[in-house]
């Protein structure tokens, strides 16, 4: 069974643009959340997604949002990118949304660096 | 609030010999679960082991194993006869029940350095 994948696997941006980020969750998984990961901050929970309705938020500002797909698939996107931006942003898929109980898996990432 | 702490920022050892990963949580929910996952140098989070908070028997899957208090909300992690393979980052982490969907909150995280 394939993983969870991400496109793409490194990203530059210049302060100011936006950028839109794709996973594809293993097959058969419902539920797509999304983490950004910072030398900083660590590992911060951003959004997750279940039956293309988001149910839980992170706090991160507006700039942050995502969607999700029927086929599960998710994307998010960060508009006016500012250089506190550059991270490491992991995908996780698991099979469904439950009340903390499924285990979540995590692809390999995309690495944003704005400049 | 949900918090997890790892105290222990790096461990060195050499190789062959067990280490411990400590973790603390803090939940005011009755039902909770514990993770740990694993990142190796290529970024990916690897899943290790779940525990639910009404299960606090230890776990041991070859040389990993777990040993989950609640009595001190400690769900630390042990490596018996590390390999150079361990070495990575390991990070804690902890879901309530009481939050619908699978939001995880993590330590953050215990760089380990296995030296051959």
């Known amino acids: 069974k394939a993983g969870v994948t991400q496109t793409p696997r490194y990203l530059i941006k210049t302060r100011g643009q936006q950028v839109t980020l794709s996973c594809s969750p293993i097959?058969?998984?419902?539920?797509v959340s999304w983490y950004q990961q910072t030398p900083g901050q660590g590992l911060q929970f951003l959004f997750e997604?279940?039956?293309?309705?988001?149910?839980n938020k992170g706090n991160f500002p507006g700039r942050f949002s995502g969607r999700q797909f029927s086929n599960s698939r998710s994307e998010m996107n960060v508009s006016t990118l500012e250089l506190g931006d550059s991270a490491l942003y992991l995908c996780?898929?698991?099979?469904?949304?439950?009340?903390?109980?499924?285990?979540?898996?995590f692809g390999p990432g995309t690495r944003l660096t704005v400049t | 609030a949900q918090k997890v702490t790892q105290a222990q920022t790096e461990i060195s050892v050499v190789e062959k010999e067990d280490v411990t990963l400590d973790c603390v949580y803090e939940?005011?929910?009755?039902?909770?679960?514990l993770f740990w996952y694993k990142q190796p140098p290529s970024g990916e989070l690897v899943f290790l082991i779940r525990?639910?908070?009404?299960?606090?028997q230890n776990e041991i899957s070859g040389r990993y194993s777990w040993n989950f208090q609640k009595s001190t909300s400690s769900f630390n992690f042990t490596i018996t006869a590390s390999q150079v393979v361990d070495s990575a980052v390991y990070f804690c982490?902890?879901?309530?029940?009481?939050?619908?969907?699978?939001?995880?909150?993590f330590g953050a995280g215990t760089i380990l350095r296995v030296k051959s």
């Open positions: 996780a898929s698991s099979l469904s949304a439950g009340y903390g109980s499924y285990e979540q898996y």
């Open positions: 097959s058969g998984h419902r539920s």
């Open positions: 997604y279940f039956s293309e309705t988001q149910r």
């Open positions: 939940t005011r929910d009755t039902t909770y679960y």
């Open positions: 525990r639910n908070s009404f299960d606090e």
């Open positions: 982490a902890l879901s309530e029940a009481e939050e619908y969907g699978n939001k995880l909150v």
